[in-house]
């Protein structure tokens, strides 16, 4: 029986569920029989009042065997593969009949009967269930709908020493799994008083997922148990219908025959939403139906600030979901298209993988990886579309030519996680995600100032609701969507263990160059950026210094990384440009045959022109892709065992996702969200990849501005949404005028030259060209004669564009004056034609006349992030402790000496745990199953955990609470899973 404070813990939550919810408290009478935990009268009752012309339709055939009839037909199909919950979806046909099990909540105000027959829905709980009369087995909490079970419920208060996972094997693995308890529930709900864990399958405790709202989970209401969410929220009767309806999903068995002709089969599974998309799905449907309820209209923009490791594609699966089946108090569908954009790799796999399982909506969901496909869904009106980020221009273009498809209701949910390596229209996308200078482009991407953002600034998005996915906010795209309606941070992502914390520490490197030019060099002006960037990349393309640096990771490969995820471990290495990459990939090629090691290596990257030999480098020939590979893309060669170094220069820096990769080399400075992205390439999960398979080396000593990246985004966005000022349009204006570069009579001439010159030249007018080209011409030679000053002309020319950002921003929330509306033409073309920049092409040529004179690579240290997630979340109780990898000595009194040693322990707390251990082991109960099964392993450690619960019970009876509460007692790897082996190794000794 529950001690006393869980017991006033599940006498609360049953309470409000009678109390706030309505759920019916079964009496003695009621219970259900035990083979299939069915409430046949529940049932009956609910099919009768809802559907009493199909009960009649059967009744002509069965008479009085009806009810017998549909009862048997139900468990006929429990008793099949397919899951209770989608029959219940689905309905159950019995004789050519079909019966609805429960009804969903209706998605418009069309019928007063469906609202009706919705309320006959009849939710039903039973506490401490004993579900199996062979033994006393029973469960703390069970919920009915319409007397179908749908939930089991185990909880602990951690007050009397209980956690969450003791509550998992307690009354999960333990038990008698074949009972149909344990198979007919769509959920299994494992609950303390402070953290929640569910699972679809109660049958291994790594099927449990967090379920927590937050990272401490705080009550909402003064009364109420952390957990509120869990019986607030989860359990309310709109929420289960809609998990049935909507959030439910189910993946079916799949068998793979592999190249040896092994059959490799995944069996079928169900799909439950974490805490958090659960939670955002329901909060984005909500938002709008209000707004389109209250205004009748969209044109709204919302941030879901989402860290990896999110399960961002089901998300955005749940979220058009959830928008296609919303409607309006005028029963009109609130949205006439739901447009997902992704990568093209997640186009492929990940978001179509996600989007098929939704059985309910596959003769809806569309997906366009081509222009062609995409308009004909549109002028289809198709429902959902799935296209690349690619096509965000090519619909917006569409969109605002087509009056048909402007009068449209559409919602764009935008990924912008993955970078995608396809040209201008990606880079539009990506720069409203990423704040100045964070993003570095590729040498053959042409700069393309309009972004997504100052694109919808532009257009009339009345009939819009644009949704964008990122997980590092920027002041833009805060400024822009406003601040996130739902945030799952990194910090939360690592503690409750779906991504791995890649900057615990970093090893650290400096690398020292000496530049100087064999010739006096022009006086040119070049972007500042440019330059630096120009004579960094030719420092660390030097072969000596890569020669160097090649060794390095060559022997820390051999050392660290080979042996990681169970000798699969592959590396990252990341150049500063492409010929720098180039010459990586070659040296480390020639030094792993040399030394004879079996590692292979690969170079992704955009092709190019060599600077030097004017021959074309190309990805597919580097790596024999067409010779070797058969034509398939790099990132599905670099999945083969025997390539474990992948070389980049850009490409895959983001967007790639490999979880074998479990070090990276960074031979290239990154910062600011571009750190994130790039070192993020190893957080990815697997079984067999643990926090110390990490490993990060910095060849640029950049550690600490890599750490304040990701510190800086570890709970949400740093950002708030600030209001416009268009105060600062005129502060920006007058200061220009000060400047006294032209006053105010000028600019006006200036822009009217240019209004003039661009309506002739639609009448191609070169005289009127030519005129407007002088015009140019005078204002730079004026611009350099009142300006001499190099900075002062770099200060005048960053006012125009600062102005030119935050003018198509701020104009859609004020009426501007003229001279403002008349000063952004100025400000656009002025920008960038009063200064005559060197070219890229001069600046290359200059370059080669610059060479490295001295060069040397510095080991610094290996430095570690104070600001840093320290470890997952652990439950307590058996999560901290379960698994630990430290066996016991041959005798019990070997072990407790070892014991003492290892955790200094007093020789008093020694005498306690030598009782403690014989007191459990000498339980007949126990005796019986440890000899029973004594070569079971898997069954020895999963009885582990009830040992764990044995042993607390000692320390409470003997009021040492202190203990339970103590580290080194409850950790993993501790005093009491230590206890637990112990205890096992004595029976089975005896036993033998």
């Given amino acids: 029986m529950p001690s006393n404070k869980e017991t006033l813990f599940q006498n609360h939550i049953c309470a409000f569920l009678e109390r706030e919810h309505g759920y019916h408290a079964l009496t003695k009478a009621e219970l259900p029989a035990q083979d299939f935990h069915i409430i046949e009268s529940h049932l009956l009752a609910f099919i009768q009042a809802t559907q009493p012309d199909r009960y009649a339709e059967l009744h002509t055939v069965f008479g009085l065997k009806t009810d017998d009839e549909i009862i048997r037909t139900l468990k006929q199909a429990c008793a099949k593969a397919k899951p209770l919950w989608l029959v219940m979806r689905e309905g159950l046909q019995v004789r050519g009949v079909k019966f609805e099990l429960y009804k969903p909540k209706p998605r418009s105000a069309t019928s007063e009967l469906q609202h009706q027959h919705y309320q006959h829905n009849r939710f039903s709980y039973k506490k401490e269930y004993r579900y199996n009369l062979n033994n006393d087995e029973r469960v703390d909490l069970v919920l009915w709908l319409n007397g179908l079970p749908i939930i089991v419920v185990e909880l602990k208060h951690e007050d009397e020493g209980q956690f969450v996972d003791d509550a998992i094997h307690s009354s999960f693995l333990t038990r008698d799994l074949n009972n149909s308890l344990y198979r007919l529930p769509f959920l299994y709900v494992a609950a303390s008083d402070t953290q929640v864990k569910v699972a679809t399958d109660p049958r291994s405790d790594k099927h449990f997922r967090w379920f927590n709202a937050q990272l401490t989970n705080t009550a909402q209401t003064h009364g109420e148990y952390p957990i509120e969410h869990l019986y607030r929220d989860a359990f309310a009767k709109d929420t289960i219908a809609r998990y049935l309806e909507h959030f439910l999903v189910y993946a079916p068995a799949k068998q793979e025959i592999t190249a040896t002709g092994e059959v490799l089969t995944e069996p079928a599974f169900s799909i439950f939403p974490r805490y958090h998309q659960l939670r955002a799905s329901r909060q984005l449907a909500e938002r709008v139906r209000l707004h389109a309820n209250q205004h009748h209209r969209l044109g709204l923009k919302y941030l879901v600030n989402h860290s990896a490791g999110s399960g961002k594609t089901l998300t955005m699966a749940w979220m058009a979901d959830q928008l296609d089946s919303l409607y309006t108090t005028d029963n009109r569908k609130v949205f006439d298209n739901i447009i997902i954009l992704t990568d093209r790799k997640s186009l492929d796999k990940n978001i179509r993988d996600d989007l098929e399982r939704f059985t309910h909506l596959k003769s809806k969901v569309h997906f366009a990886k081509r222009s062609s496909q995409l308009a004909d869904f549109l002028a289809k009106d198709r429902d959902i579309i799935v296209s690349t980020i690619q096509k965000f221009g090519y619909i917006q273009d569409k969109i605002q030519q087509s009056e048909v498809l402007k009068s449209r209701r559409i919602a764009f949910l935008i990924d912008e996680a993955h970078r995608s390596q396809d040209g201008k229209l990606a880079l539009k996308m990506r720069k409203v995600f990423t704040a100045e200078g964070e993003y570095e482009e590729e040498e053959d991407e042409t700069p393309n100032s309009d972004d997504v953002a100052a694109t919808l600034e532009k257009l009339n998005i009345s009939n819009q609701v644009c949704v964008a996915f990122t997980a590092t906010p920027t002041p833009k795209t805060v400024a822009f969507f406003g601040e996130p309606i739902d945030i799952y941070s990194e910090e939360e992502a690592i503690q409750e263990g779906y991504i791995l914390d890649v900057v615990q520490h970093i090893v650290s490197y400096k690398t020292l160059y000496h530049l100087q030019s064999k010739k006096a060099l022009p006086d040119k002006e070049f972007s500042a950026g440019v330059v630096a960037k120009a004579l960094r990349d030719l420092a660390f393309s030097d072969d000596d210094l890569i020669q160097y640096k090649s060794e390095v990771i060559v022997k820390l490969f051999k050392e660290q990384v080979a042996a990681s995820i169970q000798g699969r471990g592959k590396a990252m290495v990341v150049a500063s440009s492409r010929p720098a990459g180039y010459k990586y990939f070659q040296t480390l090629q020639t030094i792993l045959a040399e030394k004879g090691l079996p590692y292979k290596v690969l170079f992704a990257f955009s092709d190019y022109t060599d600077p030097k030999t004017n021959q074309s480098i190309e990805e597919i020939k580097v790596n024999q892709l067409d010779t070797l590979h058969d034509g398939r893309v790099i990132e599905e060669v670099f999945e083969q065992d025997d390539y474990r170094i992948l070389v980049v220069a850009n490409k895959f820096q983001t967007g790639f996702d490999q979880p074998l990769l479990s070090a ?38 950049s550690s600490e501005a890599i750490f304040k990246a990701f510190n800086q985004f570890r709970k949400c966005s740093p950002y708030q949404e600030q209001e416009p000022d268009k105060a600062v349009l005129e502060d920006i204006y007058q200061q220009v005028l000060a400047m006294g570069a032209f006053d105010a009579a000028a600019i006006q001439h200036y822009v009217n030259a240019y209004t003039i010159a661009e309506k002739e030249a639609k009448q191609r007018n070169a005289e009127a060209d030519a005129l407007f080209s002088n015009t140019k011409q005078a204002y ?115 072990a407790i000496k070892a014991l003492e040693t290892k955790f200094q322990i ?16 000498a339980k007949a109960e126990i005796k019986h199953k440890i000899a029973h099964n004594r070569d079971n392993i898997l069954f020895l450690e999963q009885y582990e955990p009830t040992l764990h619960s044995e042993i607390r019970m000692g320390y409470m009876d003997r009021d040492l609470w202190g203990q339970l509460q103590n580290p080194i007692y409850t950790d993993k790897g501790g005093i009491i899973p230590i206890m637990g082996k112990i205890i096992i190794q004595q029976v089975v000794q005896l036993a033998a």
């Fill in 664 to 701: 990276m080399f960074l031979d290239k400075a990154v910062k600011g969200v571009n750190a994130i992205q790039t070192v993020s390439r190893l957080n990815r999960k697997r079984a067999d990849k643990e926090q110390d398979d990490l490993l990060v080396v910095d060849f640029t000593n």
């Fill in 780 to 894: 730079r030679q004026q611009f350099n004669q009142h300006l001499p000053d190099v900075e002062a002309r770099k200060a005048y020319i960053a006012l125009l564009r600062r102005y030119t950002k935050l003018y198509y921003f701020i104009a859609q929330f004020f009426t501007l004056e003229s001279h403002l509306h008349e000063f952004i033409v100025f400000a656009e073309v002025m920008a960038n034609s009063l200064v005559q920049q060197g070219k890229v092409s001069e600046l290359k040529l200059l370059l080669k006349h610059i060479e490295l004179v001295k060069g040397a690579v510095l080991y610094v240290d290996t430095v570690s992030n104070s600001g840093g997630v320290k470890e997952p979340r652990t439950a307590g109780g058996v999560g901290s402790g379960a698994g630990g990898k430290e066996m016991p000595s041959t005798t019990l009194e070997d």
């Fill in 906 to 921: 007093s020789k008093e707390d020694a005498i306690v745990i030598r009782e403690i251990c014989e007191e459990v082991a």
